[in-house]
C-alpha cells in the first residue's frame, strides 16, 4: 500500500514538472514570436512613410483618379517599390497587376489595375491573410486643383508598402510567416469599392482559403473629438465574424501599441455606415473576418486640402506597427482565424 502510495506520488511529481516545462516551453515561445515581431515592426519609421507619401500624394499623380494617368503613375511607383524590395507578385514575373476592364467599372471609367505583391508562408501556403488599402482618389477639380488624398488614402497605402517591406525582412533572415500574405493595393475605391468588388469576383487565391482582411483606410490625422489626444484608432468590425480576431487585436495592441482602441463606428447603430463603405466589405460579405483600421473624417476629408505637411507620422507609424502586429500573429498561430457569428 505504502509503495503504490509513493509510486502515485512520484508520478504526479514528474506530470507536474512535465506540464510546467511544456508550459514554460509555450510561454518562452509567445516571448520569442513577441521579441521577433517586435524586432521588424521597429523597420517601420516615421522618415519612410513619408518619404513614400509626399511622392504617392504629390500633384504628379494628380489626385489618383481612377483609370487616369495619375493612377497609373501611383501604380508603377507601388509595383517599383515591391520589385526593388524583392517581394514578389503572385502573378508571376513583373507582373504585379490585376487588370480590371472597363465592364468591370462603372460611370464610363478608363481600365484600371489593382496592384498585388505576395510573400509565401513557410507552413501553411495555401492559407491567405490579405493586407489592404485603396489607392485611388478623386482626381482633379474643374480647375485643375489636385485631390492629393494624403490621408484618404495615400496612409493606408504607404502603411501596406511598410508593413510588406518589414515581413520581407523577417524572410531574409529565416523568419517569414506560416501563412502566405497578400499585399493588396486597390482601385476604384471613391467608386463604389470596385477594385476590391473586382478582386472577389475573381480571387487569385480562393476565398475560402482566405483567413482575413486588414483594410487600412485613412490612419495619418485626427479627427475633431481626439484632437487633444491623437494617440487612439477606430476599429470597425472586429468582431462581426469572429470573437476570436477581436480578441487577437486587443491582445496585440494591449501588449504593443497602447492605443486607445474605439469602437464608436462599429456600433450596427452608426449613421455613417461607415463599416459598408470601405474596400474590407467586399471581404466581409463573403464571411471572411475583416478588420477596418480608420482615423476618422476631418475637415480636410474629400477636399484639395488633404495634403501629406497635415499628416502625423508619428501616429501614422504607431498605427502602422499596430496592423503589422495583428498581421504577424495571423500569420503565424497555429491554427487560422475562426468565425463563429
Known amino acids: 500500500m505504502k509503495n503504490n502510495l509513493f509510486i502515485f ?12 516545462t511544456v508550459v514554460a516551453q509555450a510561454a518562452e515561445n509567445i516571448e520569442i514570436t513577441g521579441k521577433l515581431a517586435q524586432k521588424f515592426a521597429a523597420g517601420i519609421m516615421e522618415a519612410d512613410l513619408k518619404t513614400h507619401l509626399y511622392i504617392i500624394a504629390s500633384d504628379e499623380f494628380e489626385g489618383r483618379n481612377t483609370g487616369e494617368p495619375g493612377q497609373k503613375l501611383a501604380a508603377e511607383y507601388i509595383k517599383d517599390f515591391y520589385i526593388t524590395r524583392n517581394i514578389a507578385s503572385p502573378l508571376g514575373g513583373n507582373n504585379y497587376f490585376q487588370t480590371i476592364s472597363s465592364e468591370h467599372l462603372s460611370r464610363n471609367l478608363k481600365p484600371s489595375e489593382n496592384v ?23 482626381g482633379m477639380d474643374k480647375d485643375g486643383e489636385v485631390y492629393n488624398g494624403a490621408d484618404d488614402d495615400g496612409s493606408g497605402t504607404v502603411a501596406v508598402m511598410a508593413i510588406a517591406e518589414a515581413f520581407q525582412k523577417a524572410v531574409e533572415e529565416g ?8 499585399f493588396l493595393h486597390v482601385t476604384g475605391e471613391e467608386k463604389g469599392l470596385l477594385g476590391s468588388k473586382y478582386y472577389v469576383n475573381f480571387p487569385i487565391f480562393p476565398l475560402a482559403n482566405t483567413v482575413s482582411n486588414l483594410n487600412i483606410d485613412m ?17 470597425i468590425g ?39 463603405r470601405s474596400d474590407h466589405y467586399n471581404f466581409a460579405k463573403n464571411n471572411i473576418p475583416v478588420i477596418f483600421y480608420f482615423n476618422g473624417t476631418h475637415e480636410n476629408y474629400h477636399r484639395t486640402s488633404d495634403t501629406p505637411d497635415k499628416i502625423n507620422y508619428e501616429l501614422l507609424a504607431i498605427r502602422t506597427k499596430l ?14 482565424i475562426k468565425v463563429d457569428k
Open 9 to 20: 506520488i512520484f508520478i504526479c511529481l514528474l506530470s507536474f514538472g512535465f506540464n510546467n
Open 116 to 138: 498585388i505583391a505576395f510573400i509565401k508562408g513557410s507552413v501553411y501556403p495555401d492559407e491567405i491573410l490579405v493586407v489592404s488599402a485603396h489607392y485611388d482618389h478623386l
Open 175 to 182: 523568419n517569414g510567416p506560416k501563412r502566405s500574405i497578400l
Open 219 to 235: 490612419i495619418g490625422r485626427s479627427d475633431e473629438a481626439n484632437e487633444k489626444d491623437p494617440n487612439y484608432i477606430y476599429l
Open 238 to 276: 472586429s468582431d462581426k465574424l469572429s470573437t476570436e480576431l477581436h480578441n487577437l487585436s486587443e491582445e496585440m495592441n494591449n501588449k504593443f501599441t497602447k492605443l486607445k482602441l474605439d469602437y464608436k463606428y462599429n456600433l450596427d447603430s452608426d449613421p455613417n455606415r461607415f463599416y459598408y
Open 323 to 336: 496592423v503589422f502586429y495583428t498581421a504577424w500573429e495571423i500569420a503565424n498561430r497555429e491554427n487560422r
